[in-house]
């Protein structure tokens, strides 16, 4: 497929939403020549702040309130948002007439003509792609973000020039449109797979099969890079027809690998080892992160790159936003932003990063996940808690109560905004503590988005006085 071929096509994008994706994916179409309708559930004064942002575009029909039957069977192609759910009415409808359906991920892939890395996993892959990404630059192979955090994905590719290389983040969601295409990057990485988004999925297996099309219609002559350490992804090897690395906190004898030993992050290319990096020589924190810096320096390897710039790379890197973020010090206590903790592994993680005592914000929605290990490990490693309200919250605070000598669970305390949150963690918090929002639990219903979250939280604690 090419840029022209979507010139005077009808295309009907189903869901604009608020967070950029839907923005960015009508302006690329606007911009092409493409016949656009907009439809979303949302009414014209919630989605506001996305008109507002199109408003220079003349060739385009809303539709709010309401997806039409006629909006789907009326088009030559659907672009369905990311989290809508392949089995939904319009949907169906639109497949059982013939009509494509796609996802930003799967068009932009048919349309992009250069090399793609592409990272998934439950936890990791926003840090592990903009690692690989500031190894890239370092390395003047011209990188483009794609999908990284809140980024739109379709208006990348004007960005792209002959010798440029994508680091594309992919979800479970972008995934499942790559499988019906049967497209995979020519880089894969796998950072990890934990429980996550069983309240949209049906099973863990079916979010695992999303996974899997990472790397189930790569080529030979490709690379794949696994964690290692996971029983989980271990078993997907059979399956694996690219050239693979593995990467682990173990060392690995056999095979190309990267991994950790006796503090220090090693290479092995099969035949010798190479000391890529001194644990003491990386700034951010937490053990999970050591695990993203071999996953980026594998890939990074797996293309090219030299040991001395990926070296270079990782002892620059300071982190991203809303992951163990320092936002400020004050009074001798420090406020530590990890609103992209959205299932409890992520929060167990966060927990285990620290060796100072935490006031710990916590809790949100449930994405039906299981919150007993969280719920262990904040009796055990936390001072005191502060939780937002939702199902989520609901769920731990259950199994905290079946601890022993755990915290003072009758006298919890739920909140509804996130100043009241960083009230009540401040009125407790004396210096040399740590207040770390790591909810563990997703944002909807207090929040737009955990972004949103997270900026709650800065704007919050930038105003202390």
Known sequence: MNVVDLKNKRITVMGLGLHGGGVGTVRFLSEVGAKITVTDLKSKEELASSLEKLKDLKNISYVFQQHRPEDFLGADMVIKNPSAPWNNKQIKLALENKIPVEIDSSLFFKLCKNPIIGVTGTKGKTTTATLIYEILRLARKNPIKVGIGQASVLDKLKDLKKDSTVVFELSSWRLSALGKNKISPETAVITNIYPDHLNYYKSMDEYITDKKNIFLYQKNENSCVINNDSELIKKFEGEIKSKLIKFSKNKISEGRAVYLDNGVI?????????????????????????????????????????????????????????????????????????????????????????????????????????????????????????????????????????????????????VESMEKAVELARSVAEKGDIILLSPGSASFGLFINEFDRGDKFKEVVKKLK
């Open 266 to 414: 090693y290479f092995n290319d099969g035949m010798d080892e190479k000391n890529i990096i001194e644990i003491s020589e990386i700034k951010i924190k937490g053990e999970h992160n050591l695990e993203n810096i071999m996953a980026a320096s594998a890939v990074s390897l797996a293309i090219g790159v030299k040991i001395e710039i990926i070296q270079k790379a990782i002892k620059e890197f300071s982190g991203i936003a809303h992951r163990l973020e320092l936002v400020r010090e004050l009074d001798g206590i420090k406020y530590i932003n990890d609103t992209a903790a959205t299932t409890p592994e992520a929060g167990i993680s966060a927990l285990k990063s620290f060796s100072e005592p935490i006031i710990l914000i916590a809790g949100g929605s449930d994405k039906n996940l299981d919150m007993t290990e969280f719920s262990k490990i904040i009796c055990k490693k936390v001072k005191g808690v502060v939780f937002l309200k939702g199902v989520a919250t609901e769920k731990i605070i259950v199994e905290m109560k079946k601890i022993d000598n755990c915290l003072d669970t009758e006298n919890l305390r739920i």
